[in-house]
């Protein structure tokens, strides 16, 4: 008996905490204000060449590289893009100096921007230098979306002649960084 009118309290008290419970009217225009702002890191371009393989004659020299960069092909990317960032480190044991120029292409092989990067030669010390990172916004975004290649060029300085007996290398390691909004 004693547990049957315990029973019955319990319930009794489950049912009044139940019935006396809170709640609210769901607002589902919520959805209409959400908004994501991804932020994706990547790598953008790599390059090692040795010394070696930059044989010259002691005078200025131009090695050119261009290649495929086909992000902006992607629809969904272009259109949610609102900012990006590129970030440079070059490193050079080379007894020379160099200017890297970045070109920033567009399909028919037209030089939208760029972005140059003065070496100096190797002395002995570490010479890994971080340039400046480059953000791309608004009009400078829109030159960025239109790119198709990147290209490179290499433009050795004059100094003392190269081989294929010269030791070192120059080192190109950049990232990307890219801010998009998604409503």
Do not use: W
């Amino acid at each position: 008996m004693k547990r049957n009118l315990i029973q019955r309290i319990s319930m009794l008290l489950f049912a009044a905490v139940f019935f006396l419970s809170c709640s609210s009217d769901l607002d589902f225009d919520q959805v209409n204000d959400f908004k994501l702002e991804p932020v994706f890191v990547a790598n953008l371009a790599y390059f090692d060449i040795p010394a070696n393989k930059l044989e010259d004659d002691g005078s200025t020299n131009v090695y050119p590289d261009v290649r495929d960069f086909d992000i902006f092909k992607d629809k969904f990317f272009n259109e949610r893009l609102k900012k990006a960032e590129f970030d440079f480190e070059i490193e050079n044991n080379i007894n020379r100096s160099f200017v890297i120029n970045m070109l920033l292409l567009n399909a028919e092989n037209q030089v939208l921007q760029t972005i140059s990067f003065t070496v100096p030669s190797y002395n002995g010390t570490p010479n890994v230098i971080k340039y400046p990172t480059e953000v791309f916004e608004n009009a400078r975004l829109d030159l960025l979306k239109q790119t198709q290649k990147i290209g490179f060029v290499i433009i050795i300085a004059a100094g003392p002649p190269l081989n294929s007996e010269s030791l070192g290398n120059l080192k190109l390691r950049s990232s990307a960084t890219a801010y998009l909004e998604i409503e």
